[in-house]
């Protein structure tokens, strides 16, 4: 591609509509032409004011939409190359992202500041995204048991969901423990699905049993899955 | 000018990082909202809600089809705007058409009213003054491509004149814009 024909095309490039043959021809000049790297840059800001001229915002309905994006994000599988396993601590760099999407879940921009406290799904969301996930163990080999729980280090907080474990009756729950010392603590009683649960001090593991409804004070049936906190 | 910081948000969402796509969702709501409900003025709310969360789905699943170095991130999102808008236009056109039983058109001519109606409402801006200064078959091919996402070739096509000509008019339309807006600019600065 010459240059006058990379200059014609350039427009086209920039709002994604070149087809994939020419835009590979487009590229290979672009890296021995300053000049329509320049032009390049300056029809992206074009293409900016074109765009904010087009584009008037309206947060009406955010709430809603967020907290409804929220739950449909919460229910995909994820196949994430990232590892949540025992994310290392975060360094400034991280914090400082973190930072930034906690303002973002809890509100950013003038329009929902008023909406600080963040909605239970969002509260699972930041859970999940930077909350350290304990590998949970099943107690019975071959058996297909899906439990995720997350802990925060630096507070008592946790969050089980289970997924898929052996079903329970109507008159059942599945009752969690904390192990601190040797004993058992109770952890709270939950059924499928994501579940809030405070952690004590000192707890090196955590186990699921099946109760009767409103749990019970020692486990009465053989653990489904354990793992250490 | 390049947002970097929305960029690293996008980098994170590609790995599935759900936390991140929520702070980008937060960040581009108001401006992917205020484009979808422009754009399906006189649809039902709902409809475009649904181009909104389409949207952003979109950018869940294809954070990695964006390239920093081609266009800007505002521009992408409006390119994927733009297109789920249209489709639910398109929808609602066929929908219409089938329940009044109207015999079948040929895609270009059941697309003319569609063109008319989205202009009518993009236009209602101050680019508006800005396309109006521009040649006839620049404003044409200004607003086919940039308002209404028809590539190059299809308007080569349908006023049968070369691929060439459309991308040359669509440089002259572009350079007497970006003349246009800076003049704007420099009348506001002083």
Redesign the interface.
Known sequence: MNHDGA???????????L?SAEAKELEAHLKTCAACRQE?E?????????????????????EK??D???K???H?P?????PLRRRPRPSWKMGA?AA??AI??LG??S??QAHQEASYS?QI??M???GQQVPLASTTTGAVRHVDLYVQPRSNKALVWVKKLPPIQPNQVYEGWWIVGKAPVPAGTFKEGPHFLARPRGASAFAITIEPSGGTTKPTTPILVVGTV | MRDLEAEQLLVRVQQNDQGAMMAFYDRYFGMVAGFCRKILTGSNASVADEAIQDTFWYVWKHADKFDGSKAALTTWLYIISRSRCLDVLRHEKTVEDVTEELPETERGADDEPLVTEVLGRLEQTRLNDAIQSLPPPQQDVIRKIYLLGYTAKEVAESQNISLGTIKTRLRLALDKLRRLMEEEVGADES
């Open positions: 200059l014609n095309a350039l427009p086209l490039y920039s709002m994604d509509l087809d390049l300056s029809l992206a800001m074009v293409n900016e004011d074109l765009i904010t001229e087009l584009s008037h915002e309206d947060w009406s309905g955010h939409l967020h409804d994006f929220t449909k994000l919460l995909e994820i196949s994430s190359p990232i992202w930034t999407i973002a879940l950013w921009g329009a929902y969002n969301l930041a999940v995204s930077h």
